[in-house]
């Protein structure tokens, strides 16, 4: 007889073996990357079912049809990442509590700003004993503070959850160019190893630190960071002071992301900057990435078009992660009475709200 699991409100929901199921919540452009790694690993590793669901929030393509229909015909996600196969073992699920009802892993991959809606629609829904990973960029801010995604994720489904943060521009992993990323975990270190060998691939080399927090800080405000590097670029200048400026952006970046990680959780470890989700990753999204480039046209444009219409124009669907977290960083600055303490994260949200030019941020790198 097959063994059965609880949901977390009593269901009983069928399990064939102990194997493991995976579903990924969220299929933007970095969610299907997501999913195309892991099913590629799940019909290797045996520990694992080899389907992988990936809930799909639904829209009706230009041409009629539903992308979910889409994406299972074609075995592409072709609003969010054509001309790449998923895998034959990724389905396509539009009907999110039907994507993780038996689902013993949540691989959570949705812009920020969407999870507590989707957490509240999850409660209740999902395996009591349910391991959960979160590759989101971005935090809550609440009255009581900022909450990371990852304790969102944790507090409303009382679920350990994981993170995973790198330097990752979807689109290059997607064509297979070679890529890396951290898994931030608290205390269970046979799960973080779990996580890591289901995204593990010769083309993305996946390691494990005990930081959750400083994981989950380095990836979120290294989006801040990347608008800063976004607006020194839109700006006319000579290139190699064009060099010299984003480099300077970058180490200010790089301090205020430790300061302010660190003044938030005492646990977050110097060592943590120095891995793949530090450092790495900031220099990528500095150099590339969304935030940077909707950055570059909003300085190019004399801050006269706003992000949210740039965000339209240039990202065609997806989301711009900086420039709320941004402001998200500003609140508890603000809260806290740090404002003084991070000139930079203060001056690319002003710059953002138009409370200053975007030429603010070179003077700004200068002092
Ligand atoms: N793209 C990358 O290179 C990359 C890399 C690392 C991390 N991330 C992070 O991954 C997360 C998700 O980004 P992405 O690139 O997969 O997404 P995306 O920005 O490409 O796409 C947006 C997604 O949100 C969905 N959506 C839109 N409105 C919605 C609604 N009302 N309710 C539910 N879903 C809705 C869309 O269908 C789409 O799947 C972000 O936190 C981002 O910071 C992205």
Redesign the pocket.
Known sequence: MSPSAETASGDDVEVPNNKSRVTVV???????VAAKLIASNTLKLSSFHDEVRMW??E?VLPSGEKLSEVINQTNENVK?LPGIKLGRNVVAVPDLEHAVRDANMLVF????Q?MEG?CRRLVGKIRADAEAIS????MEVKMEGPCMISTLITEQLGINCCVLMGA????EIAVEKFSEATVGYRENKEIAEKWVRLFSTPYFMVSACQDVEGVELC?TLK?VVAIAAGFVDGLEMGNNTKARQSAAIMRMGLREMKAFSQLLFSSVKDSTFFESCGVADLITTCLG??NRKCADAFARNGGKKSFDELEAEI?Q???L?GVLTAKEVYEVLRHRGWLELFPLFRTVHEICIGRLPPTAIVEYSQS
């Open positions: 969220g299929s933007g452009n970095w969610g299907s799909v929030f829209e969010y991959v949705a812009p920020h969407l989707l590759l989101i960029k971005g990752n521009i979807a689109n990836g989006n990435g969304r990202l669907g997806q989301k992660q």
